[in-house]
């Protein structure tokens, strides 16, 4: 096994060397404390390795992302959202018995109970949706209070979470809710909740339903990123699996994280209402003082293109062509692609599109309202969400998520 030496105060110490099944290496700096007195500091936790963990696989500088070994690209062309929850919460994808079993499952548990359809009268019809998801999912542990059903939580959140963004999008237009079909696969009825009208014939187009799979595969997991690392840091004080999908929406939400889907469509129209221009806004990006922010570009972890966003360019183009929309921001989007990655700021610092940059030009091309895109993000991210949870919840060796801090307060003083 290879170590690490550190000399600290005169005194040499060797801390041992962790390596991951693709090579990147770790110091393990557990017993530094204990060894040293010293802890490690680094906030935002740009160069910390929260867990060990066999779900996926990010090379940032490479562009790579499996789920459990899979390329994305593979996976986005052939399979279904179940298989790749199915693949990312057990390790492997199903066969055609377990397939079959899994989607049953889940589609009879896609019912809200007719208690929780209350709750949302008492939201204002402006209600943000990704505010109802984080409270339903907490109130679900007032329905499913018993902890040794963990198998069959996992199959309720999966099932139900469409159910209910279906119905915060209802109660928004003030439409009356539409249930779950128990003959539709997981995106179909998804669209058909939200979609639908009573007494109108409803049918989901396929090419709206294909573009629904590809984004929710594409948004599945994506390691520890924020509302992932919440997700099992709620999870490690042993909270439920709905108070700890709850944390992960609202770690979700923010326009830094997978709020800015949002964001970006909004930027986007900014730029079109003031005639069009992409330069200004790169200007504007560049310049510190304006508190403005290129929306879908960069990443902490990517410094190449983030494959997500290259299946996305591309499906945009043929989502747009198959529902024959022409939607001008798509057009806005690509200069202000082509300026960003020509201008020396956004080269040196390789900044470059992230997931979030074209696929609110899908959302929209679907008929998907701007608010309601956080809330697709969080619907293709619960399988990640699980997947870890259930992880950190499976090893024996996990213990409570406590980091240090270094104390820069006041010292002792007295009234
Ligand atoms: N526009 C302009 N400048 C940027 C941008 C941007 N979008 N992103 C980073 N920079 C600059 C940043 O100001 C800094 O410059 P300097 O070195 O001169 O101080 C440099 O690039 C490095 O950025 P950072 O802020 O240290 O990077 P980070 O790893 O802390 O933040 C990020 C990553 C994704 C929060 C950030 O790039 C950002 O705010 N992007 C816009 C929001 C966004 O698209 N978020 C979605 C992320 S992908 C999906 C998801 O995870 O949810």
Not at 153 to 178: E, N, V
């Amino acid at each position: 096994m290879s170590t690490a030496k550190i000399i600290l105060d005169g005194k040499e110490i060797e801390l041992p060397v962790v390596t991951g099944s693709e090579g990147e290496r770790a110091i393990d700096i557990s017993r530094l404390r204990e060894l040293t007195g010293y802890v490690t500091l680094d906030p935002g936790y740009g160069n910390t390795g929260s867990c060990q963990s066999a779900v996926t696989f990010i090379d940032g500088d490479q562009g790579i992302l499996r789920y459990r070994g899979y390329p994305i690209e593979d996976l986005a062309e052939k399979s279904t959202f179940l298989e790749v929850a199915h693949l990312l919460i057990y390790g492997e994808l199903p066969d055609a018995k377990k397939k079959a079993a899994f989607e049953q499952e889940v589609t009879m548990h896609t019912l809200l109970h007719e208690d929780m359809k209350k709750f949302f009268e008492g939201y204002p019809s402006t209600a943000h949706p990704m505010a109802i998801l984080g409270a339903m999912f907490a109130s679900m542990s007032t329905f499913y209070p018993k902890k040794k059903d963990q198998d069959l939580d996992i199959i309720r959140i999966l099932a139900k979470a469409p159910t209910i963004a279906a119905f915060s999008h209802k109660k928004s237009i003030g439409q009356p809710f539409i249930y779950p079909r128990n003959d539709l696969s997981y995106a179909s009825n998804f669209l058909h909740m939200m979609f639908a009208v009573p007494a109108q014939k409803y049918e989901v187009s396929p090419a709206v339903h294909d573009a629904l799979n590809l984004l929710l595969i594409l948004h599945a997991d994506h390691e520890q990123n924020c509302s992932t690392s919440t997700v099992r840091m709620v999870g490690s004080s042993n909270a439920n699996i709905f108070a700890s999908m709850a944390a992960g929406v609202s770690a979700l939400w923010g326009p830094l994280h997978g709020g800015a889907n949002q964001e970006v469509i909004e930027m986007l129209e900014g730029i079109q209402a003031a005639g069009g221009d992409a330069r200004k806004a790169i200007a504007q990006a560049k310049d510190k003082n304006s508190g403005f922010k290129l929306m879908g570009f960069g990443h902490r972890v990517y410094k190449n293109f983030d494959p997500r966003a290259r299946i996305l360019k591309k499906a945009a183009d043929r989502v747009l062509a198959e529902l024959g929309v022409n939607d001008p921001l798509l057009e806005i989007a690509k200069h202000l692609e082509e300026a960003a990655l020509s201008d020396p700021y956004f080269v040196e610092r390789k900044l470059y599109p992230n997931v979030d940059f074209y696929s609110g030009i899908i959302y929209r091309a679907m008929g998907i309202p701007t608010e309601m895109f956080t809330v697709m993000f969080a619907l293709g991210r619960m399988p990640g969400w699980i997947a870890q949870w259930k992880e950190l919840r499976d090893d024996p060796k996990t213990r409570i998520n406590r980091p240090r801090q270094i104390y820069t307060g006041a010292k002792e003083r007295r009234l």
